[in-house]
């Protein structure tokens, strides 16, 4: 007999303030990024062209994967530590650690906090 494992699936809003002047929405985000690689590979050709591009777009995409994953594992938390004995101090402390690292992944990426210019 097989047992399955649940499935969770969380919709994840991220409240990320930009600033107004740097603000752009992702269809342009999008868009300049793909002029950028045509342009270089107009330039170099295509097989000249940077290979940090490419790498840098697999990157993006890994990142997103990881992103729905933290999203899922949120949700096993939540239901794991609910079960026997209920949520208690050390699964905030599970929490806040996660939480620490990614504002640290956020200032990094944003340029805020200590990476602040």
């Known amino acids: ?33 793909d002029v950028s690689r ?12 940077p290979r940090w591009l490419e790498d840098y ?3 993006q995409a890994r990142i997103q994967k990881i992103l729905k994953q933290i999203a899922t594992a949120l949700i096993v938390h939540d239901k794991m530590a609910s079960g026997q004995g209920g949520h208690h101090w050390g699964h905030v402390g599970d929490l806040r650690h996660a939480e620490s690292q990614l504002e640290e992944i956020r200032n990094r990426l944003m340029g805020t906090g200590e990476y602040a210019k």
Do not use: N
Request: charge should be negative; charged fraction near 35%; hydrophobic fraction near 35%.
């Open 1 to 33: 007999m097989t047992i399955q494992k649940p499935v969770y699936q969380l919709t994840m809003k991220l409240d990320i303030e930009i600033p107004e002047d740097e603000a752009q929405s992702s269809d342009d985000a999008k868009q300049k990024s």
């Open 38 to 49: 045509k342009a270089l590979e107009l330039l170099y050709g295509k097989a000249g062209a």
């Open 57 to 59: 777009e697999a990157e």
